[in-house]
C-alpha cells in the first residue's frame, strides 16, 4: 500500500510558489505495536507551516522540512487498520499527519507543540472538519487567547487582527459576545463588511488602505486596551502606540513575518512606557479547555448566534494552492483541503 505525499521540493523566495512542492508516492511501512493506519478526509492549512519552509526557523519553534521531507500539519481521517489497543477501523480521528492521503500515526507521540496527538473525534451532528476550525485548534486558539491571555473584560476594547481568518473570526466573535467593543482589521473590503454586518465588530478596516497606526487610530481614537495579534510586524507596533497605559497584547501569530527577515519594531519602549504585558502563546498547551470553549462556540454555532465560514479546496494536490491563497489574503474562514 502506499501514500501520496505533499513534500517540499525547494525553499521559497520571498513569494511562496506551487514549484516550491510536489506530491510524491511511497509505501506504507508495516505496522508495529502502538501504530495506526489513518486515512485523511480533511488536512487543515496553517499559516505557520511557512516558517518552517525556510532554511532557519525561529529558535524554539518546530524544525524546519528538509528538501524532499512531507510536511505535516493537523488532519482529521479514518482508522483503517490498528495495532493499539485505543483505537479500532471506524474510529474517527485527529492527528498531526496531514498534507498526505493515508498516515502511519503513533498513538502515544505529541506533536505539533501538543496539538497533534492522535485523539478520537466524535463529531455527533456537527460537520466533521469543524474540528479543524470553530471546534478545534482555530476555535481554541481565539478562545485561549481571548480569556487565558488577554483576560478580556466587557468594557475593554479590542482589536483583532486577521480577523476574518480562522482564528479571527472566531476571536471577533467571542469578543463581541463578552461584551467588548471589538475593531477588527483585515485585507479586503468584502472582509471589512463582512466583519461589520455579519460577526459584529463596531470598527473595521482594511490593512492596505494606509498606515495601520493612522487606520486604528481613526477607528479606535480613544485607544485601545488589548489587542489580539495574529499578524505581527507593523501591526504589533501600531498596537503598542495605540494601547492605553497598561494595556494587553496576546501575541498569538505573526503572519506578515512569516518567510521574512522582518526588523523588530523601534517602538519598543512603549512596553515599558506604558506598562504593557505581552504574552505570547501556543493553543497546543491549553487542549484541557477544549471543553471550556465548545461550551461556548458549541451553542453559539448551533442556535445561528455565532457564524462560520469556510475555504475548501478538493483533492491532495490543492493543499499548496490552499496553503498560497491562504496566506495571500484570498480565504475567508478556515482554510481546508478535503480528500
Ligand atoms: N498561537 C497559536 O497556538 C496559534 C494557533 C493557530 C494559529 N496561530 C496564528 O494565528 C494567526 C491566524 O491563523 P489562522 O489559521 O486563523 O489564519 P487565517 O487568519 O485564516 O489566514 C491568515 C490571514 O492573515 C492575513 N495576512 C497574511 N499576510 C498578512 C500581512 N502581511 N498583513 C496583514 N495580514 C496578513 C491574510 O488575511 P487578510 O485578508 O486579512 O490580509 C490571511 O488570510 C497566524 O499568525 C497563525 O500563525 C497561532
Known sequence: MHSRQICLASRPAAQLEPQNFEVR???????????????????????????????????????????????????LGVVVDSRSDDFVPGDTVSHMLGYRDYAVVSATAGGLGGAGTLTTVEPGTWPLQWFLGPLGSSGLTAYV??????????????????????????????????????????????????????LGASRAFDHHDGDVGALLADAAPDGIDAYFDNVGGGHFSAALDHLRPH????????VSTYGTTAPMPSNLFQITAKSLRINGFRAGAYNHLYDSMRSIVGPGLRDGTMLYEESVYDGLGSAPLALIEMLNGRTRGKTLCRL
Open 25 to 75: 508516492e511511497s509505501p506504507l511501512p508495516t505496522l508495529e505495536n502502538g501504530e495506526v493506519l489513518v486515512r485523511n478526509t480533511w488536512l487543515s492549512i496553517d499559516p505557520s507551516i511557512r516558517l518552517r519552509l525556510d532554511d532557519v526557523v525561529p529558535s524554539g519553534y518546530l524544525p524546519r522540512f528538509e528538501l524532499g521531507e512531507p510536511l505535516v500539519g493537523l488532519a
Open 145 to 198: 487567547g481571548l480569556f487565558e491571555i488577554l483576560g478580556i473584560e466587557p468594557t475593554d476594547t479590542v482589536w483583532i487582527s486577521a480577523a476574518a481568518g480562522a482564528v479571527g473570526s472566531i476571536a471577533t466573535q467571542l469578543a463581541r459576545r463578552h461584551g467588548c467593543t471589538v475593531v477588527a482589521s483585515a485585507g479586503t473590503r468584502q472582509k471589512v463588511d463582512y466583519l461589520v454586518d455579519a
Open 247 to 254: 494595556g494587553r497584547i496576546a501575541m498569538c501569530g505573526a
